[in-house]
T-cell receptor, first 110, second 116 residues
Framework: DAKTTQPPSMDCAEGRAANLPCNHS???????VYWYRQIHSQGPQYIIH???NNETNEMASLIITEDRKSSTLILPHATLRDTAVYYC???????????FGTGTRLKVLA | GAVVSQHPSRVICKSGTSVKIECRSL??????MFWYRQFPKKSLMLMAT?????????EQGVEKDKFLINHASLTLSTLTVTSAHPEDSSFYIC????????????FGPGTRLTVL
């Protein structure tokens, strides 16, 4: 079973920040938080991952709470092309396997 | 970045036939590849883990004789759906992990299988 829970859907206005939450209350010490997104009828695309520190790259920022039980993916200036299903995945460093949850369907509105 | 391709992107076949889907890592070697299936508006479901040079490991409930996986080289894994039926119609996605890396997987674009 997936170790994460996410809201099923969210809307965001174009140009505004999209904040996507994820709960992973059973995360263990060696497990990373990964975020992927899937645009309709395509394969998932890697966005970002982190262990306990906040991370930022050209696509997004990842904020992980101090207790690591939840995280937030931030798309700073959402565009229409960011409309997709966003998946938060918890994975240990010693395994390759991903278990996908139900994800959040983000719709960016013009 | 690392690129994974799948072929074909779309296939339509008659019930009872077998269909082979290829997954290739184009610019890196992948000891481990994964096969997922995805039904409309549903999440990805892991079917099996494919290891180069050894037998695949199937997830619970996935029939290994129905979904044959071969990982003959470090850049190619194949999934064969044998004796396909309409209920096998789905979106099949593969991914590949960099050899020696436990970080992100790279996903292929998916193959849409329709069984008539």
């Amino acid at each position: 079973d997936a170790k994460t829970t996410q809201p099923p859907s969210m809307d965001c206005a174009e140009g505004r920040a999209a904040n996507l939450p994820c709960n992973h209350s059973t995360i263990s010490g060696n497990e990373y938080v990964y975020w992927y997104r899937q645009i309709h009828s395509q394969g998932p695309q890697y966005i970002i991952h982190g262990l306990k520190n906040n991370e930022t790259n050209e696509m997004a920022s990842l904020i992980i709470t101090e207790d690591r039980k939840s995280s937030t993916l931030i798309l700073p200036h959402a565009t229409l092309r960011d409309t997709a299903v966003y998946y938060c995945i918890v994975k240990g460093s010693g395994t390759y396997k991903y278990i996908f949850g139900t994800g959040t369907r983000l719709k960016v509105l013009a | 970045g690392a690129v994974v391709s799948q072929h074909p992107s779309r296939v339509i076949c008659k019930s009872g036939t077998s269909v082979k889907i290829e997954c290739r890592s184009l610019d890196f070697q992948a000891t481990t590849m994964f096969w997922y299936r995805q039904f409309p508006k549903k999440s990805l479901m892991l079917m099996a883990t494919s290891n180069e040079g050894s037998k695949a490991t199937y997830e619970q409930g996935v029939e290994k004789d129905k979904f044959l996986i071969n990982h003959a080289s470090l850049t190619l894994s194949t999934l064969t759906v044998t004796s396909a039926h309409p209920e096998d119609s789905s979106f099949y996605i593969c991914s590949a992990a960099l050899t020696g890396s436990f970080n992100e997987q790279f996903f292929g674009p998916g193959t849409r299988l329709t069984v008539l």
